[in-house]
């Protein structure tokens, strides 16, 4: 019976030892469990108060971002309003509110011809509007970084940092698109029933801009073109405004023979004609009819002109042929002032010549009055010349 006792006595000590250990395990692991999750909050804590400690966006450079939504940052003496993307209605905006991109933004002038506003899209990175004015913004899409300005009327600015890369940010019209923006610029765009002109201003920094068939690789401060495009863009003209830069133009592609393959290979052919003030370009295109036998291909003529309005180079091409293409089709003109310089001095010559003749002649008539014997053999200019030699020994 006691043998029996212990045996039982035995096992509930067993017992309520398992049930401690369980017990002290089970505990440990709810107080591991706890400290997890309470150091996942605080970690969590940290990195939300470092996330709102931490900017937007970083100053102009490589890390520069635009925000997601542009701000209404101020206006003054006019009226202006946002169409919201999707929608037709046109309502009054808010100073200090965000908008999302893609949406429509006018201002309407209050007479005194002084009004502005101003849209922050990023770190030191606004759109401006003067005068009575338009622009549009493209939507983006989550995670886009470029955005995209569609000037529609009126001055449109950007004020973007002097060290913005390149592809941030784009300026998009029916006929153009501007990219590399960087530091100030201007777009004054005004439509008419002939077509759409837009002056392109560049006030510090750069941009690059490119159209059908031209192209331009920089344009730097202070330097401005007016483009203007015929409503069916079946002609543009590009007049230079202010500094000097370069205008790729488009003159269609020339087949050669590829040296490596033996096989002959269309290569674009380009001019490269420099914008000074006063000087032009003039692009011209037609459609062949295919209802009449055309192609259906796009034919160009490409013509520039110097600050005097004189032709300085005309090429004429279908795009994509290589057998259609004009190649160079002005003569250089002579120089009309040096050639009439030359005339005028060679007219000069003449009548000298003529009056040194008449002088000899009269000075040999008088001579031979005088004195009617002369010399054998001696010509009647010498006899002439030789009493006013010896007039002039004696002082005479």
């Known amino acids: 019976m006691k043998t029996m006792k212990l045996t039982f006595s035995a096992k509930?000590?067993?017992?309520?030892?398992?049930?401690?250990?369980?017990?002290?395990?089970?505990?440990?692991?709810s107080a591991e469990s706890t400290e997890e999750s309470s150091s996942s909050t605080a970690t969590a804590s940290e990195g939300e108060g470092a996330a709102a400690e931490k900017p937007v966006a970083a100053p102009a450079g490589k890390d520069f971002r635009f925000t997601p939504l542009m701000c209404v940052k101020e206006f003054a003496c006019g009226t202006v309003e946002i169409c919201l993307p999707d929608s037709q209605t046109w309502v009054a905006a808010v100073k200090g509110r965000y908008y999302p991109f893609g949406s429509r933004v006018r201002l309407a002038g209050d007479g005194s011809g002084d009004a502005s506003a101003r849209f922050m899209v990023g770190p030191k990175a606004f759109i401006t509007l003067s005068g009575n004015s338009m622009f549009e913004t493209r939507a983006i899409k989550i995670g886009e970084q470029t955005r995209t300005v569609l000037p529609l009327a009126g001055v449109v600015g950007l004020d973007m940092p002097r060290s913005l890369k390149d592809g941030l940010i784009m300026v998009a019209t029916p006929d153009f698109v501007c990219s590399n923006i960087a530091g100030e610029s201007r777009f004054e765009c005004t439509e008419?029933?002939?077509?759409?002109e837009v002056v392109v201003r560049v006030v510090t920094g750069s941009l690059a801009l490119e159209g059908r068939h031209y192209k331009i690789a920089r344009m730097g401060a202070a330097n401005q073109v007016r483009i203007c495009t015929s409503t069916d863009a079946l002609l543009t003209s590009l007049r230079g405004e202010s500094g000097d830069y370069k205008v790729v133009l488009d003159c269609g592609v020339k087949s050669i023979l590829d040296p490596d393959t033996g096989a002959n290979k269309d290569v674009p052919q380009t001019i490269e004609y420099g914008l000074s003030p006063q000087c032009a370009v003039k692009i011209w295109r037609k459609v062949s009819d295919k209802a009449v036998g055309g192609s259906g291909r796009m034919a160009v003529a490409v013509q520039t002109f110097d600050a005097q309005g004189k032709d300085k180079n005309f090429r004429a091409f279908f795009e994509s042929r290589s057998n259609?293409?004009?190649?160079?089709?002005?003569?250089?003109?002579?120089?009309?002032?040096?050639?009439?310089?030359?005339?005028?001095?060679?007219?000069?010559?003449?009548?000298?010549e003529v009056s040194a003749d008449t002088a000899a002649t009269d000075s040999s008539a008088d001579s031979g009055a005088a004195a009617p014997a002369a010399s054998d053999g001696a010509a009647p200019a010498e006899n002439a010349a030789q009493p006013a030699a010896d007039n002039s020994g004696d002082g005479l």
């Open 12 to 29: 509930i000590a067993c017992a309520v030892f398992t049930a401690c250990a369980v017990f002290c395990a089970f505990a440990q692991e």
């Open 324 to 352: 259609v293409n004009s190649g160079e089709l002005i003569v250089p003109p002579k120089d009309t002032a040096k050639e009439e310089a030359e005339k005028s001095k060679s007219a000069a010559e003449d009548v000298e």
């Open 192 to 196: 008419s029933n002939d077509g759409r």
